[in-house]
Structure formats: structure tokens, C-alpha cells
């Protein structure tokens, strides 16, 4: 079935190393989003996508580093894992923007992440 | 830049009573609203968006926000709280056409018996 997937469900791994969580999404939609969501800060964002190539900051990216060398896929890597980055990880993407477009979020499962 | 804020983190009705989760926002441009909810364990849905038509939205499951400008608020109402209403509601904002979606804080809704 077509939808977004993010692998791995969970991860453990300590401080220093890198790590990427994936994201697949099958509708070629333009938007895709990394958030984290963390008990009383809700859902921050950490980069987006408007299409292949083109990646931007949201509220909180430092430490993380994005690509979209391709419209489905947008991986996301801590470079040196730290404790403050324990949290889930949600990837979303979206068709597009404005009225005429579908502008609603499709969430994958989440990426439950521990950095001992 | 745009930002949201939910004033309450916690909201704790009775079943039947009516629900109000509250939500203002700040946008440079004519924003684009959205209410999303969070059951446990579970993935997250859009209940309802705003994109500047009429200014009252009806969303699934008897929820409905307004959109005030004045106010700079859309706050998230039901009529009569039921018990599968309990979960966690965030508040959306989206920036023109960037589309970067900034999410508030979340209220946790408590529905008792």
C-alpha cells in the first residue's frame, strides 16, 4: 500500500555517534517535514522540504542535517547524538500549499530514539 | 515568522459537557489553520483547516473552530464531550505558501465519566 514509512521503529545508541532515521514516502508528494515531539513542547520542527534539493531549517536544527536528493526519500542525521536529542521523530509529508492543494500532513509511525 | 501558542496544557471536562481547547496565533501572512489530535499510541489526524473561506469550519467527529482575526485565536470547540475525545490536540500554523507548519505546544483533553 502507498503511505509513509520511517525506519527504524526504535533506536538506542550513545552520545558522539551518528545516526539516521529514514523516511520513504510513495505518493510523490512535494512537503516533507522531520518533527520531534517531546512532553510539553509538542511537535517542533527540525527541517522541511519543499521539493528534491530544496531543504530549509525549522525551529530547531541544529545538531541534524537533512538531504532530498530524491522527491520520496528525506533522511535525517544526527551527526554526534547527544542526550537532548532522546525523543520521537516524526516524518510528515504533504502534497502542497494554498487553498487549491491538499494541504494536510501525512504522518509516518514515529522513530522512538534513546541517546544513552 | 509565524507561531502558535495553546493556553492551556491541560484540559479536564465531564462527558456531555462542552469542550473549548484554545489556540492563538501570530503570522506575517494570511496563515493557513489546522487542529490536529493525537490518541494515544497512535498516529496523528487532521480534525479540521482553515484556509481563509468561511470562517467557522466544521471537522470531523462534531468538532468546529473559528477563525477569528481580531483576535488572532481558533479556538476548538464539540458541543458534547465523549469519552473517545480524550487525547492529545495541537494547534497548527502554516506560513503562505512555504509550507512550514509550525505546531503549538498541545492540550491534552481528559474526558471524565
Known amino acids: 500500500d502507498a503511505g509513509i514509512t520511517q525506519s527504524p521503529r526504535y533506536k538506542i545508541t550513545e552520545t558522539g555517534r551518528q545516526v539516521t532515521l529514514m523516511c520513504h514516502q510513495t505518493w510523490s508528494h512535494s512537503y516533507m517535514f522531520w518533527y520531534r515531539q517531546d512532553l510539553g513542547h509538542g511537535l517542533r520542527l527540525i527541517y522541511y522540504s519543499a521539493a528534491a534539493d530544496i531543504t530549509d531549517k525549522g525551529e530547531v536544527p541544529d545538531g541534524y542535517v537533512v538531504s532530498r536528493s530524491k522527491t520520496e526519500n528525506f533522511p535525517l542525521t544526527l551527526e554526534s547524538a547527544t542526550r537532548s536529542q532522546t525523543s520521537v521523530y516524526f516524518c510528515?509529508?504533504?502534497?502542497?500549499?494554498?487553498?487549491?492543494?491538499?494541504?494536510?500532513?501525512?504522518f509516518g509511525s514515529g522513530t522512538q530514539l534513546s541517546v544513552l | 515568522a509565524q507561531s502558535v501558542t495553546q493556553l492551556d496544557s491541560h484540559v479536564s471536562v465531564s462527558e456531555g459537557t462542552p469542550v473549548l481547547l484554545r489556540c492563538n496565533y501570530s503570522?506575517?501572512?494570511?496563515?493557513?489553520l489546522f487542529w490536529y489530535v493525537q490518541h494515544p499510541n497512535k498516529g496523528l489526524q487532521l480534525l479540521l483547516k482553515?484556509?481563509?473561506?468561511?470562517?467557522l469550519v466544521k471537522g470531523i467527529n462534531g468538532f468546529e473552530a473559528e477563525f477569528k482575526k481580531s483576535e488572532t485565536s481558533f479556538h476548538l470547540t464539540k458541543p458534547s464531550a465523549h469519552m473517545s475525545d480524550a487525547a492529545e490536540y495541537f494547534c497548527v500554523v502554516s506560513a503562505g505558501n512555504t509550507g512550514k507548519l509550525i505546531f503549538g505546544q498541545g492540550t491534552t483533553l481528559q474526558v471524565k465519566p
Open positions: 503570522s506575517s501572512y494570511s496563515p493557513s
Open positions: 510528515a509529508s504533504m502534497a502542497g500549499t494554498g487553498i487549491q492543494a491538499n494541504e494536510k500532513l501525512f
Open positions: 482553515y484556509t481563509s473561506a468561511a470562517t
